[in-house]
């Protein structure tokens, strides 16, 4: 039983569980609206057209989650009985209940890499184009930016570019899974744009670090931004006065971005705190993820529930922790006093 009210939890379980803040909530009720699977939703339209600048891309489509954008992004740059290569650890592989092969009829071919990154080399050494008829020919690669079963690593502005210019001298194209861009390019102090320009189309969502209900863009050249919006239709994704969302999404890149550098210093406090313990962190936590390595994950979220802290198992042995915008320094300062108190509680470390 814990002896914490709801108001007082501390929840570290992802950058998804952020509400909406009171500006945000008011430009959602002043939103203008339409129906956008006419096209005349002027929010939506707003937001898209903000959000390709931002990416550097010539359109960009609002979609409900990021599932169904990287869904889009695959699918509208595949055909069934394609191979498409990405990370072992990347989330459309991992997390997207098997949407490339049930609903693209996609051949995942999944690559190692450290942190969830994949080297040109590794992708270089995967890749097939042939005409052999027993083959499945590759026309995409995916990468993912921040990986957030990496820790939230982030590929560099060079290393998308070198990844990118293998797949397409081979003619494949790249899909960027980009939940996290933002993240990476604050983490890297780049222009996401930056980020995003070599790859033909990326996604990004609004309802994590940025704080909105719920909505993510898929970015990227006109005819491909298309071809998406048909399959958007065919999965049931259009949305009607859908302003409401977008118009959360607008304040989200324009008063929310900023502040995601600030979950990324409570990130780095919190695990320099807990180093000074003796926790163990099996990779670098460049942005606003923390994973730690413990003997039993499920014994020490139980006991940090207790202190009304939340936190992930996401192995026997492993526990994530992600900052965000509604943990402030009295959050941070409940979290490191609650691992303290449990690791302590061990007579090892649990
Ligand atoms: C890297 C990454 N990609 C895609 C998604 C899917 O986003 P959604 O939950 O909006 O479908 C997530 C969700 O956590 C994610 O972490």
């Known amino acids: ?29 002043d939103a ?26 010539e359109a960009a489509l609002f979609v409900p989650t990021g599932t169904m954008a990287n869904l889009l992004g695959f699918l509208s740059q595949t055909r069934p009985g394609d191979a498409v290569l990405l990370s072992e ?25 450290q942190w969830g990154k994949i080297t040109p080399e590794t992708l270089r050494g995967r890749i097939v184009v ?11 690669a995916s990468l993912e930016n921040t990986v957030n079963r990496g820790g939230g690593a982030c590929y560099t502005v060079e290393e998308t570019e070198a990844f990118c210019a293998v797949a397409h001298e081979h003619g ?5 899974d980009g939940a996290r861009i933002f993240n990476a390019a604050v983490a890297l102090g780049v222009e996401a744009a930056r980020l995003a320009r070599p790859c033909d189309t990326v996604s990004f969502c609004l309802s994590k670090g940025l704080g909105a209900p719920a909505g993510s863009l ?7 931004v298309a071809r998406a919006l048909a399959f958007r239709k065919m999965l049931g994704g259009g949305m009607r006065q859908a302003g409401v969302l977008a118009a959360a999404g607008l304040y989200a890149l324009e008063h929310h971005l900023r502040d995601l550098g600030e979950d990324h210093r409570r990130a780095r406090e919190f695990r320099e705190a807990l180093e000074r313990e003796g926790a163990v962190f099996p990779m670098p936590s460049p942005t606003n993820m923390v994973y730690l390595q413990v003997r039993d994950a499920r014994a020490v979220v139980d006991r940090l529930r207790q202190r009304g802290v939340l936190v992930l198992a996401v192995a026997a042995d492993r526990i994530r922790v992600v900052f965000h915008r509604d943990i402030d320094d009295a959050g941070l300062r409940r979290a490191v006093e609650a691992f303290r108190a449990v690791l302590a509680e061990s007579q090892t470390p649990c």
């Open 218 to 224: 898929l970015a990227g050249p006109r005819e491909t």
């Open 172 to 176: 494949l194209r790249v899909h960027c």
């Open 89 to 113: 650890d990347a989330h459309p592989f991992r997390y997207e209940r098997a949407n490339l092969a049930m609903v693209g009829g996609l051949l995942p071919i999944t690559l190692p890499g």
């Open 130 to 140: 042939s005409d052999d008829p027993h083959l499945a020919n590759t026309t995409l």
């Open 1 to 29: 039983m814990s002896i914490y009210s709801d108001t007082d939890i501390v929840d570290l379980r992802s950058d998804t569980v952020t509400r909406p803040s009171p500006g945000m909530r008011c430009a959602m009720a």
């Open 32 to 57: 203008e609206v339409g129906d956008d699977v006419f096209g005349e939703d002027p929010t939506v339209n707003r937001l898209q057209a903000v959000a390709a600048e931002m990416l550097g891309k």
